[in-house]
Structure formats: structure tokens, C-alpha cells
């Protein structure tokens, strides 16, 4: 195979990797990252439904589901670990018995959306940074954590058209110990590394960058002081700057007011200059969700429908009497809720307690389709790597409102 | 078959002003009455008024800034949403309208043709998922290029244009495009260089190139590769006052060779006056008659909430600080372009605003050739497409619009020369700039008429004295000989087209952009382009393919 195979695993999408049949499993032979290894190298799907935990002919199955979320008045439609095209299915499921949609990543992006509805923001996408920025500033404890390949790609990138190999480096936060490794080479000030009173460092940074007068005249003590000093010098040095922020790694009671002061400080510097913010997240189909979301039904998350009508509502897991999980890329079991379960998922977490558990395959493993990256812009195709026969949760799921 | 007898027809492609006719639909053609074997249904439209299905040559319909726009319009969404029933899909929203509605909306106002002029390529994906997610309607896209590094640098180092036109040529075919728009002309560019103006003979700081000098080969390329709609121009210095000087010298850079204006009214800004904003509709409308080669959409302003979506980041940014309510995104994009997104609140009794709205009417009644002129609101940047009828009203009933002058800013009615334009507009002109003539500009040659062979999408109106409300709520559309829209709602969902053209490219080309993906994009060439059988999988979208000259 060719190396470029589309990666499912994390919302970067790397689209360099090349992946071969190994055992039960995928290897990755090329540009493999920890998230991609462990996602390529899952077992293959089952092949066999279930019906309360005995094996059931697919058909029966999918007609039991259908009967469980017709009785249903709050079905919850959870997890949405899937692809565009499962999306847009579970929209239209949604839909037709009046269910609510939650996927699992959606209360990190409600921190971004919080800010984002408010304020709007000056953003950018994974090429600009790779390309243009020549100074990042990271806002969080292990920014990179969930999203392995961000500084080999856009921070160590072996080619970019205007920034030098060099380049200069600010955390507000804890970095992590393989991102701090991947730095090495650049000029790096840590303003905090203490992982908490994010939300006042970034107001300090913001004071001293817009009223220098403070800065000098503030009590701080010395280190603080010069550090702020060098980050100053560092961010107004800029030709093009990037503040990057993983709302999942940030402390999740203040996470809205960071993105908040994140987008106050990109207004306040591009007055004079640029600098253009980058939020990671949104894996296992997040970003999917919120663009499928927000064009079909005009709302971006917290999705339910009442007679058919959309609502930005939002439900209560608790509240549900019914559960439809969805979770084509990890073997997350589904929350424990004492209604009736429905699962499509490749993998069998949960499925004996379950009350229906349908086999699917892993979008870009099973087959193709789309998903959308981080930055929101770019949606990649997905590649077919493997046959057995397992069904997308798309083709699933359509079957279920056919039979409704 | 169908016979749909005796309605008053309007056809300008077909010369037809407002004839009592039958037309026959065949296999949802239209066919001559000598092809008809045997007639199944008759549909009397005596006393009706049967037009081209309407046709949408620049309304932002797809792609990621009206999804940043819905994100953004959160109370518009949740004040307008509409419920699902055995037929239609659900949706909210009446500025920005979530997909399945903008859909309906559009057929419901006798239009089965929409198409969106800003694609960014790496954002291609987006739209055409996004547009095969809105019913009822054809589509196509032109691809945005002249901001985009690759040929930024192809320009810098005076590459030769054959290689120009097949890297365009290359775009569309991998993006899937019907036509090719530029914005701003490096400007976008500039302004990710910290640029904050670039007139059309200022340069790129970084490639040292004018938005001239980026706009010059692009025309070249698309007339070279017979693309039959012309290179689709926002041209710089939008909605800044004084840059109708630079709109004409735009035009003057065309050099004769075929052009389209977009959204002109927002590029016909005079400065004279107290208020340093007047009205330069005369001469820009005096260079549109003059110059044959060159087409416009007007981008009418209605006054109301919306909110603006452009890829130029520049004046976006620029203009933030009239955010009505306020909040604004821009975003930087992939060294290819970039989106700005503002909310806008156009005011009756503000100065400016009242005259935005008098400059673009101006422009409709001052042009003398309607088959160049092209009805758009650029929704939902100048209002929501939802205004169509009432702009047609304005544009059709003189002493409708001079009572609405009345109303709005008196300085701003009093420094415009709308109250004293006798030109009211007749329904075949609305017939031609609302259907014929887009169509004609973007090469559908089977639209936007009802001549022998022509896909049968038409619209049937009943006359009403009341032209906003006819043109409101027309009793008939018919999308492909199959009837989709009856008294004014959706009563079918038809299959739909996306429209393209595949212009001829050396593949050689594709060796450098291989090269130039590997090393500086963020992904790979093979994932970048769409494959016809991935385009048509969106949703059992058929591909139609026109032909270059």
C-alpha cells in the first residue's frame, strides 16, 4: 500500500501512513504515532449481532433496535464515534423518533463554542502554523497530548515556506515530556509550569503585552517578571504567531474563561500584528459532529429533537430512556444506564449487557468515508484497508430507520 | 408526459416575451409538440405566468464561512426553526439557513439552480458535502484561486502562462469546479503578511506581485481554457468608499478579454460630500455598458440583521468593527485564502447603509443590458436570498420604490439619483436576469430555458397585483419534468446535478504540485483531489460535465 493512508485515530488526520495486515490487526510501517499504532492494531470487527447478549441473525437485530428506539420517548443518541456519513445518519435517526444527539467529545468543544458564540475568533488551520508561524505560544498542560504528531508536523515540519527552522516557543502550562523533547532546537520560555492559575498567567501575559507600562511598574517577583519580559519580546517579535489550546487539557471549571481570554489576546494583538489562534480536539469524529451539526440542523452541538424540530437544548444522559452508542474507533463501552442499549461498534465492550449490539467497522479501516480535521476547514477521505465484511455504522443505522 | 397548456410564457433565450403557449415534458425534457406520442397529464396554466426554474449565479450556499456564520447567528437559529414531516428534512435558521432549508426556501421561490462562488480548495470537501445536502437545487462551485502560494510563486518567478493555465485547469478538475473566482487578488495573501490595504497596483510584500498582476493571467487562463463562465472577480478594496476608481481600473485591466464583476454595488463607492461616501453607480454603470466583454451580479443590500461571509480576510477584518451584534471570526487558510465571517445589521435611516441600498438599485437601473446583469443579493453578505422577491418588486414597480425612498435617510435619498430613474423592469427582463442570461454566462446550455431539449425546470406564477407576492410564492415548480413545489410549498424531492467542466491540463503539472504537496501542505495530493465516484456516493448526486469552448 501507498503512503497515504488517512489516520481516524486522532483529529490531525495525519494522511502519511502506511499500514499493512498484521495478525488480527493493522501495523502501521510508516509515520506510526502511539494513537495510530494502538488504532491500526485493534482486532478485527465481530462479525455476529447480538441480542441480549446471545447471537442473533444482523437482521433481527436491527429490527429489535428499531422496535426499542420507536418505543422511546428521550432516546439519547450517544457517543457518535463515527464518520461523516454515520453522522448524517444519526442525524436523520435523530430525527425521525425525536432522539437527542451527544458525542463524546462534545463537552470539550461546548468550552471552545462557549467562547467561539460569543466572541468569535482569529483562527488558524495546521498548514498556516507548519507554514507561517515563527512563534507559538501553547495555553495548557500537555497540549499536545491527545493529538501525538502536532509538533513533528507543524513545529518540526523538514520544509515550510516562510518560517525558518527555528522557531520560538512559549508555554503557559505544563508541557509534556515528549513535547518538551520534540522542541529541543527551539527557543522555549515556560511562563508557569504549574498546570493551574492558567487563567491568571493569561492575564498577566495579556496586561503586559498590551500596556507595557504595567509590566513595569507591576510587583512581581524577578523570574516572573523576566520571563513575561521575554515573552513579550518574543510575541511582538512575531512576523506570524500561533496561540494553540487543547480545551481537553485544559482545567475543565475554567476552561471557557481561557479560550475567552485566548481570543480576547488574538484581538488585542492583531490590532498591530498577526496571530491567529489553533484549537486541538475533537477526536474520534468531534469535529465531524459539530460541522455535520451545525450545517444540517443549524447548531453545533447539544442537538435534540422534539415532534422533528431541532434544539441547541441539549439533553441529560440520565434523563434518557433509551441508548444508541455509537463508538467505531476505541473500544469505549457505553455509560452505564439502567434503559434499554443499543451499541454498533466494531468491538464488543459491553455488548453481552447490552440489549442489541450490532457489529460495525472502523471508518478508514472497514471502509471509506470522510472526516474532518482539527482546524475544521479540511475534510480528508477515509480508505478502505481491510474486507471482512463489516458494515459502516452508516449502512446500520439507515437500516434501522427503514424499518421504523 | 405532460402538457402544460396555455400559460403565458417567458423565454428571453428563446426570445419568448410573454407568449400563450403549450410546452410538452418528455422524460423531464422539454419536447416539441411533434414528439408527443401520448399526453398522461394536462396541466391548464391559463392565466399563469411560466418562467426557467430561477437560477442563483453567487449565493453562498456551501462551505465552511456559512457554517461559521450559523455557528455564529445562534439567536437567528433558535427564533427560526423548522420541524421535519414525511417529506422534508428539518432545519433552522433565516439568515444563514442550515442546508435542507436554504433548499426548500429556494424552490419554494421557483429557483432549481444555485450556485456557490467561493470554494476554497482545500475546503472543496466541505461544499460539495454540504451542497449535496441541499435539496431541491443544481449546484456547482468556482474554485477561489489568486491566493494561493503555489501560484503566487508561479507568478513571482514569471513562469510561463501555459503552466498558469494548466494549474488552474488542474484545480477545477481536482476541486470539481465549474468556474474559477479570485478575491481580492493577493490580498488575502497580504494580509497574513500583516497588509492591512493593497490596492490594484500596490504590491504583495512578500512576492512583490499587485493584485493586477495576479488578475491579468488568471483572465488569460480561463479564456484560453474556454471555461465558459469568465473569471469571477471580487475585485480589492471592497466596500471601502472611494474604490470605484478602483473597480474601474479593474475593469480596464480586463484588456477586452471576457470578466465578471461580482457583487458591484459593494465596489461603487464614490467620497464626495460631508460624509465622504456618495454614490459612483453612474460611472460604474456607464463602464458596464460600454465595456460588452464584461458581466455583473449586483449584491443588493436589504436592510435588516444578516451577517457577511467572504474569503477576504483583509476587509473582513476591516470591517469588524461594524459587528452587528458584536462578534466576528476570521481564519487564516492554508496558505490558499482565508474566510471572514461578520454579522450586520444594514440600518433604513442610517446615511451609509440607505445609500449602500440606493447605489445598488442605481446599478440595476442604470445598466442597459439586462443579459449582463445578474440579480444576487450575494446572500447572505447584501441579504438573506430570501429577499429576492422583494428586490424584484423594487426593481418592477417605480412607485413601490420611490415610496420606500421616502422612508429611509433622507440625506442618503436626497444625494442618490434612485427618485428621479423612471426604469421599471418587465418580467422578461426579470425572466432574463434571473434565469437566461446566468445561464447563458455559465455555459448550462440546458437551463435556464424551455426550448426542445432544455431540462424541464420551470416555475409557474400566479399573477398577482401584488409582484413581491407572485414572486413569492409561485404555484408550480417543476424540477426535471417532476413537480416539487405546488402552492408555494415542497411537495416532491427531486434528483439533482452537480454542474462541472473538466477544461484539458497537461498532467505534467501534477509532478511539481506532487513536489509542492509533499513539502509544504498539510496533506496529500491524492487525498486533496475528488474523485467523480466520491462526489457522486455524497448523496446519488449526478455529475454533469459542460463543455470548454
Redesign the interface.
Known sequence: M?A?V?CPFCSL?C??LSVRASGSGLTVSANACQRARQGFGLPAPATEARIAGVVAPLERAVTRAAQLLQKSRKALLGGLGTD?NGL?AAL?LA??TDAALWHEQEPYARQN?KA?????????????V???ADTVLFIGNNVTDNHPRFIE??INP?????AGKHRKLGYLGKPGRTELADCEGHELVTLTDQGNGLANHLALLRAALTQPQWLAAAELPAPKRNKLKQLVDMVGNA??GALVWSPAALPQDQADLIIHACLDLLRDL?VK??F?GLSLGGNNGGVSWQ?VA???????AGVN?T??????NGVQAADADCLLWVSGFNRQPPPALAVPTIILSPHQAGASAADVYLPTGVPGIDHGG?L?RTD??????LQKLRDRGAPSAAEVIEQIVERL | MIKLAGGKVYDPANGVDGRIMDLYIKDGQLVAASAVDKVQQVIDLSGRIVMPGGIDIHTHIGGGKVSIARLLMAEDHNAHVTGADDLLRSGSGAIAPSSFITGYRYAEMGYTACFEPAMMPVNARQSHLEMADTPMLDTGAYVLLGNDDFLLRLLQQKKDQQLINDYVAWMIRATRALGVKVVNPGGISAFKFNQRKLDLDERNKYYGLTPRDVLSPLLEALDTLGVPHPLHVHACNLGVPGNFQTTLDTIAAAEGRPMHVTHVQFHSYGQEGDRKFSSAAAPIAEAVNRHKNLSIDVGQIMFGQTVTASADTMLQYKGHIHAHPHKWTCMDIECEAGCGVVPFRYRDKNFVNALQWCIGLEIFLLTDDPWRVFLTTDHPNGAPFTSYPHLIKLLMDRSFRNDVLGTINPAAAGASTLGSIEREYSLYEIAVITRAAPARSLGLQDLGHLGNGATADITVYQPDDDIETMFAHPQYVFKRGEMCVRNGRVCAIPTTSTHVVEPDCDPGIERSLKRYFDRYMSMNLENFKISREELEGYNQHSLLVHDCR
Not at chain 1, 467561539?116 to 498556516?128: F, V
Not at chain 1, 523538514?158 to 516562510?162: E, Q, R, S, T
Open positions: 501507498t497515504t488517512t488526520l494522511d502519511d461523516v448524517r436523520r430525527e425521525r463554542l467561539l458564540q460569543s466572541r468569535g475568533g482569529i483562527m488558524t488551520t495546521l498548514g498556516e507548519k507554514n507561517r508536523r507543524c523538514a520544509h515550510a515556506l516562510f512576523q506570524y492583531n500584528q498577526r491567529a460541522s451545525t450545517w444540517q440542523t443549524g447548531f453545533p429533537f415532534n422533528g424540530r431541532p434544539s441547541a470522510n474532518f475544521g476547514v479540511i475534510a480528508l477521505p
